[in-house]
């Protein structure tokens, strides 16, 4: 009996070992982790003074990253009882929101299904843009760790000290990266830049602010810029975003345009063990198995799509954009317009601005894997539907032209990201965000585009600055006074 016993022990601490050690490899792998790093990365020139070795490197340890609250955790369990998780819901828990845009919750169309609770802050302008801010100094349950600016990343004092070249990093979710990543791309960057730095001996030292987030667009954007990083006295600012706007209705304005609005069904309300089972990285795996043998999955090419026309601006000279039109498809002129007072306002204010191509993956005649891909084939056929790949390919082409020319009319650095960026799926969640072997690489390439503006600046003198702080108050204004929670309940309609 004694044997028996022994037996069974062993045999449940086996499998129970082999169970942990193929859920880390399954979850090494579903970050990126199993891709052919190697291939891949060497399809990228590096710059002279670039070590290989070094994108393997990885950031130190956030300094900043503290135990959840408690209270955080049930505000997590609030959304996934109440059925309705689409988009960002969990993240929105840990967001101050403005109270220019919020008003009644109640009233808002997004805002309205919120679990009884928000935090807020009022716009210093009164202006209802950016529609919220990261909470400073957290680390949330969805994995975000925020400095004092609630911007993502390491902590970066306000004043600015000597020996200091600081990079603001500006854009949406492919800015800010997935919350649950181990690090998002400018942090990478912040931290090979310093690598080179030590390497050169240079004695300089660089500071990185990531003041992305996600669901944003060029005029949240500028507000950012405005409100809560030109403060921080940045000496670059880059800019890099080219999704949230990008609508093809501006070109085939016979395509109705769904309601970003629209409330969902509720969604079946998990059971605890479900929700435990499902962040299992082999439990999501043996659902994959399972939909493999789906017929219905496809075989990875493009779903048919209906007729539509698209409608040319009259005049518009494709391959040479007049970049002052006022109808440039996809929003840009909006954007333009946006980078206009992004560009003229830091300039004011000692800094430059650079901008970068936007990378998207699409292809007219792309072939995915049904399954290994769904997320992309989802992304690209259900999220912009009905076009075609050929126009999201064609206009993703003409955007970063029009943002290639407009940095070449203001002698901005344009750092071309879309052209070295490999395209390579497996590097992808959908055709805009990338897995964390993907943001690592996103982010080399633009290590190399960066290296030759910083060594001119250095060159010259202008980087560092002798006395970068000066003038500067003791504290950030926009943050002087902390978010404050809303409680709120709403009749059901």
Known sequence: ?????????????TVVVCTAVAEGIARWADAGGGEDVALRLDEVPRAPGVERAWYFSDPPPLPNRGPVPAAWD????RVENSGITEGTRRADMFKAWNTALVGDPCRHPYLRDAPGHLFVYDSPDGSPHPPYRFLPNATTPVGLVTNAYGFRGPPVPFVRTPKTIRIAF?????????????????EFIGHWLNLWAESKRLG???????????????????????????????????????????DLRTVAPLVPKPDPFARPAPAPVESAVSRWLNKLALVRRVQALLRSSDTSAGDGREWPKPNYDVVWPAGLDESDPDIGRADLPVNLSTILGNLDGIRVAIQAAGGEL??????????????LHPIRHKAILDYLNQGYAPF?????ERMAAFENRVFAKYALAHRLAFLDVARLM???????????HTTQTGGRLRAWVVLQEL????????ANGTWPKADPGAGMPAQHPAFAVPPRSLEFTCKKT
């Open 1 to 13: 009996m004694r044997d028996f016993l022994k037996n069974c022990l062993l045999v449940l601490v």
């Open 74 to 77: 049930e505000l997590v369990r």
């Open 170 to 186: 500006v854009g949406a979710s492919t800015t800010v990266d997935a919350h649950h990543l181990a690090n998002s791309y400018p």
């Open 204 to 246: 300089v030292r660089f500071e990185v602010l990531n003041a992305g987030r996600e669901s944003i667009n060029s005029v949240d954007i500028e507000g950012i810029v405005r409100q809560e990083v030109l403060p921080l006295r940045p000496d670059l600012i880059i800019y890099y975003e080219g999704a949230n706007q990008f």
């Open 354 to 367: 650079a901008l970068a191509s936007f990378v998207w993956l699409v292809k007219d005649g792309m072939v």
């Open 388 to 392: 075609r790949y050929r126009d999201l």
């Open 422 to 432: 490999p395209r390579d799926p497996d590097l992808f969640v959908d055709a805009i």
């Open 451 to 458: 290296l030759p503006l910083v060594e001119r600046h250095l």
